[in-house]
């Protein structure tokens, strides 16, 4: 809890605000009419477990192969917005979140691809295992690690 964050010019670590030790707790102390002396809404902004910033890409398996052979069509024909948000929430069930790391991985190693002029990105079927979802390593099968 040593996170390090810097407020109003000053260094502060994530424990000291939410524990009474602060100078902002202190002065509030002073105004009996708050129970709770914490700047839990500074902590939340300050604070993240997890990196927010993915991306949804669509994963061709089941149904979705069509969906995406639907989306794959409307390259070549002019576009028709209702019909691609129509086609989109369709394939809602058939993406995954991916994290920016991630993304440049698969790029990499060609396992990503864009259609609809960069509108949607599509992950190739090598990279996601029906019973294990997404393998960063399409060389080595996530069969071949289960005992």
């Keep these: 809890m040593r996170y390090p964050i810097k407020e109003y010019g000053t260094q502060y670590y994530l424990a000291d605000l939410l524990s009474n030790v602060n100078a902002k ?4 102390k002073e105004n ?3 129970v709770l002396y914490q700047p839990f809404k500074t902590v939340g902004q300050a604070f993240q477990v997890f990196d927010q910033e993915t991306i ?8 979705g192969e069509n969906l995406l052979a639907q989306l794959e069509s409307m ?6 917005l209702g019909k691609f948000r129509e086609t989109i929430q369709k394939a809602r ?13 698969l790029e990499q190693a060609g396992m990503l691809r ?7 990105l599509v992950l190739d079927k090598q990279a996601y295992d029906d019973d294990y ?4 390593d399409a ?9």
């Excluded at 949804?56 to 149904?63: N, R, S």
């Design 56 to 63: 949804d890409v669509f994963v061709p398996y089941g149904e």
């Design 25 to 28: 707790a202190k002065e509030n």
């Design 93 to 105: 069930p058939y993406t995954i979140s991916i994290y920016a790391w991630q993304r440049k991985k």
């Design 133 to 136: 979802g997404l393998c960063m």
């Design 114 to 120: 864009s259609i609809l002029d960069d509108r949607a």
């Design 32 to 34: 009996k009419g708050y």
């Design 75 to 80: 390259q070549q024909m002019k576009f028709h």
């Design 139 to 147: 060389e080595q099968p996530v069969s071949e690690f289960v005992v």
